[in-house]
């Protein structure tokens, strides 16, 4: 682990799939910064334990627990933050992270697919910040840990504005998610509550193994990407701590690419 931080001491996070990939690594990230943090996970139990685990043994971090919940369900992601504010007594920050893909060419994309795709990637996403916004108006403010009420981040994509064939599902829940962002900003912004997406590129986790676990793979993904290494899911724990902490206050409503410049159109380098 790095050297702790503390811009987030005295402060509970959730951050949704927690327990593998982009979100184990906002957790790490948010611990060592000194908040308490929710790892919750979807499946994988034992994983989920042990990136709490890392973080409450660490005496300079903040305490950890993980907890289990589909996040396309109301009555669990309802059941969640409530187990939340009993344990740590409030929730702060909500890092609602939970992503996954079912890919497939249109003509083969069953309902189950695509529905799948937008419960987790969009309503969850919707049902976290409900829940999150509910307990920061509950709690109000409280200056003494942040100059917000509270902070929601959206874990999107870059596909959430380029078009991706045979992810129609992926790219359309990615899009929606801009749209449930800046929504939500303006209509809470002035509650002092802070809204803001992520927008990971191409990062090196379970999801995209395909495109970088061969050197041609890897080879074919640098050329969209004009930084030419692919992303390391730490470059996004530091993006996600820097949203979350006060370092950021007057950033809201704002997608934030972390993506090494794949957004800026590469294939135009020598062409157009
Ligand atoms: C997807 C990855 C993909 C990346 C860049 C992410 O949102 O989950 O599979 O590699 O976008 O295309």
Same mark, same amino acid.
């Given at each position: 682990m790095q050297k702790p931080n503390k811009r987030l001491e005295g402060q509970t996070c959730i951050v949704t799939g927690g327990s593998s990939g982009i979100g184990k690594a906002v957790a790490l990230a948010i611990g060592r910064d000194g908040a308490n943090v929710v790892v919750n996970y979807h499946s994988n139990a034992e994983s989920a334990e042990e990136v709490a685990h890392q973080i409450s043994k660490d005496s300079l971090c903040g305490d950890a627990i993980a907890i289990q919940a589909d996040v396309s369900h109301e009555a669990d992601v309802v059941e969640m933050f409530s187990t939340t504010i009993e344990t740590f007594g409030t929730v702060d920050i909500c890092i609602a992270n939970s992503g996954i893909q079912r890919d497939a060419a249109l003509t083969d994309m069953s309902l189950s697919d695509w529905q799948r795709v937008i419960d987790v990637n969009l309503t969850g996403q919707f049902l976290c910040a409900r829940e999150a916004i509910r307990e920061f108006l509950r709690r109000g403010m409280r200056p003494d840990v942040s100059t917000s009420l509270g902070k929601i981040i959206?874990?999107?994509?870059?596909?959430?504005?380029?078009?991706?064939? /045979?992810?129609?599902?992926?790219?359309?829940?990615?899009?929606?998610?801009?749209?449930?962002?800046?929504?939500?900003?303006?209509? !809470?912004?002035?509650?002092?509550?802070?809204?803001?997406?992520?927008?990971?590129?191409?990062?090196?986790?379970?999801?995209?193994?395909?495109?970088?676990?061969?050197?041609?793979?890897?080879?074919?993904?640098?050329?969209?990407?004009? !930084?030419?290494?692919? /992303?390391?899911? =730490?470059?996004? /724990?530091?993006?996600?701590?820097?949203?979350?902490?006060?370092?950021?206050?007057?950033?809201?409503?704002?997608?934030? !690419?972390? =993506?090494? /410049?794949?957004?800026?159109?590469?294939?135009?380098?020598?062409?157009?």
């Amino acid at each position: 682990m790095q050297k702790p931080n503390k811009r987030l001491e005295g402060q509970t996070c959730i951050v949704t799939g927690g327990s593998s990939g982009i979100g184990k690594a906002v957790a790490l990230a948010i611990g060592r910064d000194g908040a308490n943090v929710v790892v919750n996970y979807h499946s994988n139990a034992e994983s989920a334990e042990e990136v709490a685990h890392q973080i409450s043994k660490d005496s300079l971090c903040g305490d950890a627990i993980a907890i289990q919940a589909d996040v396309s369900h109301e009555a669990d992601v309802v059941e969640m933050f409530s187990t939340t504010i009993e344990t740590f007594g409030t929730v702060d920050i909500c890092i609602a992270n939970s992503g996954i893909q079912r890919d497939a060419a249109l003509t083969d994309m069953s309902l189950s697919d695509w529905q799948r795709v937008i419960d987790v990637n969009l309503t969850g996403q919707f049902l976290c910040a409900r829940e999150a916004i509910r307990e920061f108006l509950r709690r109000g403010m409280r200056p003494d840990v942040s100059t917000s009420l509270g902070k929601i981040i959206h874990m999107s994509s870059v596909h959430q504005i380029i078009p991706w064939a /045979g992810h129609a599902n992926y790219a359309a829940s990615k899009g929606g998610l801009v749209m449930l962002m800046e929504s939500i900003c303006q209509e !809470y912004a002035p509650h002092k509550i802070r809204v803001n997406s992520i927008a990971p590129g191409a990062i090196q986790t379970p999801i995209n193994r395909e495109a970088w676990n061969t050197p041609e793979s890897l080879e074919k993904l640098l050329k969209l990407i004009p !930084y030419k290494r692919i /992303g390391v899911p =730490d470059d996004i /724990g530091s993006a996600a701590v820097w949203l979350a902490s006060d370092e950021s206050e007057y950033v809201n409503g704002t997608t934030l !690419y972390v =993506d090494g /410049g794949m957004t800026c159109f590469p294939g135009f380098t020598a062409n157009g």
